[in-house]
C-alpha cells in the first residue's frame, strides 16, 4: 500500500507535517499532494493518509467527500472547471458550458474517452473581472470566448 | 446556583447547565434530536430553539447555558412556528415508511410531528432517492431516506467506544452517513446505536420487524451476564390471551443509571436475552421424581427436608455437599448459608458460576454472574470445586443453578457423580445437566423474582420480578424459606420479613 | 486591475516586481513593522487599530482592534494568527490582487497584527483555487525569512513569527471564520457553535484571531501614518479606502480603490465604465452575492457599512456585481440559490434542507416551469432559515434570496 507512494510525495508529507502542531491538521494539504500524483484520491491514499496522521480511515473519507477540489475518480489529464456562478454567467459563462459539453462529447462529471478532458462546472473562482473564466487543473483563464477557448483547447496536448 | 424562569416556573441550577438541562428539571421537555445527554453537543438539528427574553433570535437551548434572572419561553408562537419549520424540512428528506419502519410508535420524529404540527406536506419537489439498506456492521442496518443527519451515531462511536467507525460523507443535502469499506461498525456496543437513533435510520438485525413497539411491555430489571449489574428494560410481547403468540422478551433496552451503566448496555445483556425463553427446565423430573410420585415443589421440598433431617440425625453432614451460584440473589444466597450452613451444617458449600471471559474495558466484566460481590460478602468461599470435591463421600448432592454443565464436560460429570446416592438439582436451564441427576427442580431467572445483587463496584441494588416465572417453576428463595421451614430447626425464621431483617444485618 | 486615484492598498501596484521584497522594500516596505517592534509596546499597536476603527474587510465588518482586544491577556496556551484568504464571496476578487501584488504587505500586517496580540505562529487560510497566489506567498515568506523579517529575532528585536501558507480544498463555508478553524485543524469545514469565541477558544482551542487579507493589508498604513490619518480618509464614518471588485455587465470588471462612503453610481458609472453592450442597469448585488440586491433607484447609495445596512442590504465583502436590463432574475435566482445550496455544509437542518429546496424551485422557475405558490413558498423557506441557523450562512442565502424575490416579484411571476 505505502510503496505506491513515492518518495518525492514521502518527503514532501514530512515538510508538510513539520507545519503543524498536530499531525492531523495536516490532512488537507497531505490530500493535495497525494492527489497531485494521480489525478485523483484512491481509497489506498485515503488509508495511507490515515495512517500516516494517525487518524480513522472514516475521517480521512469525510474530508474527501466534503471538498469539491479532492476527486476519487480520475480526471482527464485537462480538468476543465467552468464558473458558472453569477458574474460570469452575465458573461456567458452557460454557453462556454454548453459548447465544451458539445465539442468534447461529455456531460459535467465526466471524462473524454481518450482521457485528455474533464468537465466540471464550479462556483465562483474569484476571478470575476475576468469573466467568463474557467480553470485547467490548477490554473486560471479568463475573459473567454468560444474562439479564445478552442485556441487554449488546442495547444494543450 | 443560577436562578431563571422557564415558561413562568422559576428553576434553581448549577452554573454551566444547558436551558433545555434545566428545562427538564423543571419537568418541561423541550423537543430535540441532536441532543442526548451523554454525548458532546451537536447543536445542529434546531428543533430545541427557545425565545429567550431580550434576545432578537431563538437559541437552541442544548447549547445555551443558563444566565441568572434569564427568562425562557419553550412553547411561544415563534418557537412552536420554528419547530414546525425544522420539523417541515425534516419530513421533506424523510421517507414515509411508518407503515414498514421499526420506530414507529417510538420515533421522535413522528411524535414531535403529532404534538407540534399535522402540517399537511407541501414539498412538490422531487424527493431524494437514498439507500435504504446500508450494512454498518453489528447486524445494524442504515436506512439514509430515513437518517435525519442528527450525527448521534457518529459522536457515540467517537466519543464513548473510542471507534470511530462512522463519519459524515459529502456536504449540504447530500450529506450521508456512512463507514469505510472494510471497516464496519464492530465493538461491544453496537447494539446502543439502533436505540439512540432518533428515527428508524439505524435498524437492528435482532429486532427488525419482529413485532410493533407498542405490543411490547416494558419491564425493569437489572442484567444478570456480568458483575456490572447494568440497568436494563426487558421489552416482552405479552403473547396469548393479548396476542397470538407466545409470551418472549423480543428485545432488551438500556436504563441510565449514573452509578453504573451511564446510558449505556453492552451487547453481551442487549442480545443476550435468549436464555429467559430457551431451553428453560419446564417440569420436576428425575427418576427420583417419577418413583416417589413427586408432582410438585411442595412434594419435592417434604421430600428433601425429610431425608436432609435424617441424615442430621445420623451425623451425615461430612458426606452432603451444596452448590450455589453467583447467580442467586443475596436473599437466597443468604438463606442458602441458614438452611445449609447453619441449621444442617453442612460444611462442603460452594459457589459456581459461569466460566469468566474477556471484560472489554468499559462496562463488561470478566465475571459473567451479577452476584459473586454478594456472595463474597455473605462469607462465601470463591475458590472452585472440581468434581472430585463434590463427589469425594458424598452421599448426597444439591446443586443450584446449570453452571457445573458449562464448566465440565459430560462424561467428566457423568464419572464424577456416579457414586453419589442422592444428586438434586435446581435450575432454570436445561442443558442436559439433569439427566446426571435423580431430581431436577425447575427454577427461575432473575428477571423472575424479586431479590438484591451487589455488582462489581459493590453497589447493592434491589429489583422486582419483571415477569412471572413459567408455571411449574419456583423461586428459588422461595424453595430455600420452605425447606428451612421444613427441616425444622429454626422454622419461625424463615418467613420473608425477618429474612430481610436478617439478611441487612449479614451483609458488612 | 485598475489603478486611478488616491493609492494606499494598491499603492505601486503598477510596480511589475513589487511582489519581491527589494522592491517593496525600496519603496518603504517593512518600515511599519521596524517602526512598531523598535519603538512601540504591543498595546500601543493595539490601541492605535482601535483607534482607526478598521472594520473587518472580509464581510461581517467587525472592528479588527476590538476583536483583538478579546484575546485574554493572561494565557499559557499558544495564540494563533488565522488570515483569512478564502475570498469565496462570488463576485469578490480584490484579496487575489492584493497578494498576488503585495504579499509582503500582507506579511507586514501579520507581523504587526501578531506582535500586538503576543501571536508566535501564523497560518494563511487561502482558498484551493488560488494555488498561483500560494505560490507567490510562499516564496514571500521564504524572502522575509532569508531578510530577518520572519523567524527569531525579527529586527533584532525578541519578537519572532512564523508563518504557514495553508491552502484549502474548494468550500465557501471555509470562509466562516470557525469553519475555517476546522478545516485549518484537518476537519470538514463544520463552523462551530459560538460561543465560545475563536478569541478564547480558536484553532487548536488555543486564542485565535481571525482576519481577512485586505484588513491586515491596512496594518502598515494605521501604524506608519497614524490612526487619523486613516480615519480621514474615509468619506463617512467608515475610515480608510476600501477596494471593490466590479464585475458583471459592466465595461471596465476589476478592482477600485476609493474612499469608504464613496458614491455607489459613481463606482459604476464613472470607474467601471458604466453599462456594456449600451444595455440599462437593473440591478446591482453591492456586497458579494449575500448582499440584498438594490435596484437601479436604489443605487445612489454611499458604499459604507451603515448606509447600506439602512437600505436593507450590506456592504459584506465589497463584492459589487451588476446586472443588466437583458438578464432574466429566474437566471439570477438560480445561480444564486443554486450556490448556497451546494455550499451549504449539511450539519443543521434549515440551510441544508432549506436550500436544497429553494434551489429545487429556483431551477424550475428558470427552466419556465413555475407553479403557484412557489414564490410564497421561496419567501417562507428564507424566513424559516433566517436566524435559526447554527452559523451566517443560513442568512447569508436567505437574505439575497428573499430580497430578490420581493424586488422582482412581478418578473418572477410573469415567467411561465
Known amino acids: 500500500m505505502s510503496s505506491k507512494i513515492p518518495e518525492r510525495t514521502k518527503r514532501r508529507v514530512e515538510d508538510i507535517l513539520s507545519r503543524y502542531p498536530r499531525r492531523e491538521a495536516a490532512l488537507l494539504p497531505v490530500l493535495s499532494a497525494l492527489q497531485e500524483e494521480r489525478g485523483f484520491l484512491s481509497p489506498s491514499d485515503e488509508e495511507w493518509a490515515a495512517e500516516t496522521l494517525g487518524l480513522p480511515p472514516v475521517k480521512v473519507r469525510e474530508v474527501v467527500t466534503f471538498y469539491s477540489l479532492f476527486r476519487r475518480k480520475p480526471a482527464g489529464r485537462h480538468h476543465l472547471q467552468v464558473c458558472t456562478n453569477v458574474s460570469c454567467a452575465l458573461n456567458g459563462a452557460d454557453g462556454l458550458l454548453s459548447h465544451l459539453r458539445q465539442k468534447l462529447g461529455v456531460s459535467e462529471g465526466e471524462m473524454t474517452g481518450d482521457g485528455r478532458f474533464s468537465l466540471a462546472a464550479v462556483e465562483c473562482l474569484g476571478n470575476c473581472d475576468q469573466a467568463p473564466c474557467l480553470m485547467i487543473n490548477d490554473e486560471h483563464y479568463g475573459r473567454l470566448d468560444l474562439r479564445t477557448l478552442d485556441e487554449i483547447l488546442e495547444k494543450l496536448g | 446556583m443560577v436562578r431563571l424562569v422557564i415558561d413562568d416556573r422559576t428553576v434553581s441550577v448549577e452554573p454551566g447547565t444547558t436551558i433545555l438541562e434545566a428545562a427538564e428539571q423543571a419537568g418541561i421537555e423541550i423537543p430535540h434530536l441532536c441532543y442526548h445527554p451523554a454525548l458532546p453537543k451537536a447543536g445542529t438539528c434546531r428543533l430545541c430553539a427557545v425565545e429567550i427574553e431580550g434576545q432578537p433570535k431563538l437559541e437552541p437551548s442544548c447549547s445555551t447555558e443558563v444566565r441568572e434572572g434569564m427568562v425562557v419561553r419553550t412553547e411561544s408562537p415563534r418557537v412552536i412556528e420554528a419547530r414546525r419549520s425544522v420539523l417541515e424540512l425534516l419530513l421533506t428528506e424523510h421517507a414515509m415508511d411508518c407503515p414498514i419502519c421499526d420506530k414507529a410508535g417510538e420515533c421522535r420524529l413522528q411524535d414531535y410531528y403529532q404534538a407540534y404540527s399535522l402540517a399537511p406536506g407541501v414539498y412538490a419537489e422531487d424527493k431524494t432517492r437514498r439507500e435504504k439498506k446500508v450494512p454498518l456492521g453489528g447486524g445494524l442496518l442504515l436506512d439514509r431516506e430515513r437518517c435525519v443527519l442528527c450525527t448521534r451515531c457518529v459522536r457515540f462511536l467517537d466519543s464513548v467506544t473510542g471507534t470511530s467507525e462512522l463519519g459524515v460523507f459529502e456536504r449540504g443535502i447530500r450529506s450521508e452517513i456512512a463507514c469505510f469499506e472494510g471497516r464496519p461498525v464492530d465493538n461491544n456496543y453496537s447494539g446502543c446505536l439502533s436505540e439512540i437513533c432518533p428515527v428508524g435510520a439505524i435498524t437492528d438485525a435482532d429486532f427488525r420487524f419482529r413485532t410493533r413497539s407498542w405490543f411490547l411491555e416494558a419491564k425493569e430489571t437489572i442484567c444478570p451476564l456480568c458483575g456490572r449489574g447494568c440497568r436494563i428494560v426487558l421489552e416482552r410481547h405479552p403473547g396469548f390471551p393479548r396476542l397470538p403468540g407466545t409470551a418472549k422478551v423480543l428485545r432488551v433496552r438500556s436504563r441510565p443509571d449514573d452509578l453504573v451503566n451511564g446510558h449505556w448496555i453492552c451487547n453481551v445483556g442487549r442480545y443476550g436475552y435468549g436464555y429467559l425463553e430457551q431451553e428453560r427446565c419446564r417440569d420436576i423430573a428425575g427418576p427420583l421424581a417419577k418413583r416417589l410420585g413427586l408432582k410438585t415443589w411442595d412434594d419435592v421440598v417434604a421430600h428433601l427436608a425429610a431425608r436432609l433431617r435424617a441424615l442430621r440425625l445420623k451425623g451425615r453432614q461430612a458426606h452432603m455437599a451444596v452448590v450455589v451460584s453467583d447467580w442467586l440473589t443475596t436473599e437466597e444466597l443468604f438463606l442458602a448459608g441458614a438452611v445449609f450452613q447453619r441449621d444442617l451444617e453442612i460444611g462442603r458449600c460452594h459457589v459456581v458460576g459461569p466460566r469468566d471471559d474477556s471484560p472489554d474495558g468499559m462496562l463488561l466484566t470478566a465475571e459473567r454472574s451479577p452476584n459473586r460481590a454478594g456472595a463474597k460478602a455473605l462469607g462465601f468461599g470463591l475458590e472452585e470445586p472440581t468434581l472430585e470435591d463434590l463427589a469425594r463421600d458424598a452421599e448426597m448432592l444439591m446443586v443450584f443453578g446449570p453452571f457445573l454443565g458449562e464448566k465440565f464436560r459430560p462424561d467428566e460429570i457423568g464419572a464424577a457423580l456416579a457414586g453419589v446416592k442422592t444428586k438434586v438439582l435446581f435450575t432454570p436451564r436445561d442443558n442436559g445437566l439433569g439427566r446426571f441427576f435423580d431430581l431436577v427442580v425447575p427454577t427461575v431467572w432473575p428477571a423472575e423474582k424479586d431479590g438484591t445483587f451487589t455488582n462489581c463496584q459493590g453497589l447493592t441494588r434491589a429489583f422486582s420480578a419483571a415477569f412471572a416465572p413459567p408455571s411449574s417453576a419456583v423461586e428459588e428463595w422461595r424453595l430455600l424459606a420452605a425447606l428451612g421451614r421444613a427441616v425444622g430447626r429454626n422454622p419461625h425464621f424463615y418467613t420473608p420479613l425477618r429474612c430481610a431483617g436478617d439478611v441487612r444485618r449479614a451483609m458488612p | ?416
Not at chain 3, 90 to 104: A, E, I, V
Not at chain 3, 300 to 328: C, H, Y
Not at chain 3, 371 to 383: F, K, M, N, Q, V
Not at chain 3, 410 to 415: A, I, K, M, P
Request: hydrophobic content about 40%; charged content about 25%.
Open chain 3, 1 to 416: 486591475m485598475i489603478l486611478a486615484g488616491d493609492r494606499f492598498l494598491t499603492r505601486d501596484f503598477d510596480l511589475e516586481h513589487l511582489y519581491r521584497i527589494e522592491s517593496y522594500a525600496a519603496r518603504g516596505g517593512y518600515q511599519a513593522a521596524a517602526k512598531a517592534l523598535k519603538t512601540m509596546t504591543p498595546d500601543e499597536v493595539l490601541e492605535e487599530v482601535k483607534a482607526a476603527n478598521l472594520r473587518g474587510r472580509g464581510g461581517a465588518g467587525f472592528p479588527a482592534g476590538i476583536k483583538w482586544g478579546f484575546v485574554p491577556r493572561e494565557t499559557d496556551a499558544p495564540r494563533y494568527l488565522c488570515v483569512n484568504a478564502d475570498e469565496g464571496e462570488p463576485g469578490t476578487f480584490k484579496d487575489r490582487y492584493l497578494m498576488s501584488h503585495n504579499p509582503h504587505r500582507l506579511l507586514e500586517g501579520m507581523i504587526l497584527a501578531s506582535y500586538a496580540v503576543g501571536i508566535r505562529t501564523a497560518y494563511v487560510y487561502i482558498r484551493g483555487e488560488y494555488g498561483a497566489i500560494a505560490r507567490r506567498l510562499e516564496a514571500a515568506v521564504t524572502e522575509a525569512k532569508a531578510s530577518g523579517w520572519l523567524g527569531d529575532h525579527i529586527a533584532g528585536t525578541e519578537f519572532g513569527l512564523e508563518v504557514f501558507i495553508h491552502r484549502g480544498a474548494g468550500s465557501y463555508i471555509c470562509g466562516e471564520e470557525t469553519a475555517l478553524l476546522e478545516s485549518l485543524e484537518g476537519k470538514r469545514g463544520h463552523p462551530r457553535l459560538k460561543p465560545p469565541f475563536p478569541a478564547s477558544v480558536g484553532l487548536f482551542r488555543c486564542p485565535t484571531v481571525i482576519n481577512n487579507v485586505e484588513t491586515i493589508c491596512n496594518i502598515p498604513d494605521i501604524i506608519l501614518h497614524g490612526a487619523e490619518a486613516f480615519l480621514r480618509r474615509g468619506l463617512s464614518r467608515d475610515g480608510g479606502t476600501r477596494l471593490f471588485s466590479v464585475s458583471g455587465a459592466v465595461a471596465k470588471p476589476g478592482c477600485y480603490e476609493l474612499p469608504a462612503g464613496a458614491s455607489l453610481r459613481e463606482l459604476i458609472f464613472d470607474r467601471a465604465g458604466g453599462m456594456r453592450l449600451g444595455r440599462k442597469l437593473k440591478a446591482v448585488i453591492p456586497g458579494g452575492l449575500s448582499a440584498p440586491v438594490l435596484l437601479e433607484k436604489e443605487i445612489d447609495i454611499r458604499l459604507d457599512g451603515d448606509s447600506l445596512v439602512e437600505a436593507g442590504s450590506m456592504l459584506g465583502s465589497a463584492g459589487i456585481i451588476v446586472i443588466d436590463d437583458q438578464t432574466p432574475m429566474t437566471m439570477v435566482l438560480d445561480k444564486m440559490a443554486g450556490f448556497y445550496a451546494h455550499e451549504s455544509c449539511g450539519q443543521c437542518s434549515p440551510c441544508r434542507i432549506g436550500t436544497a429546496w429553494m434551489a429545487r424551485i429556483a431551477s424550475r422557475l428558470r427552466s419556465g416551469r413555475r407553479r403557484d405558490g412557489d414564490l410564497e413558498t421561496i419567501l417562507r423557506l428564507a424566513a424559516n432559515i433566517k436566524g435559526r441557523t447554527l452559523c451566517p450562512m443560513g442568512d447569508a442565502a436567505a437574505l439575497p434570496i428573499a430580497a430578490l424575490v420581493t424586488k422582482f416579484r412581478d418578473e418572477l411571476e410573469r415567467t411561465s
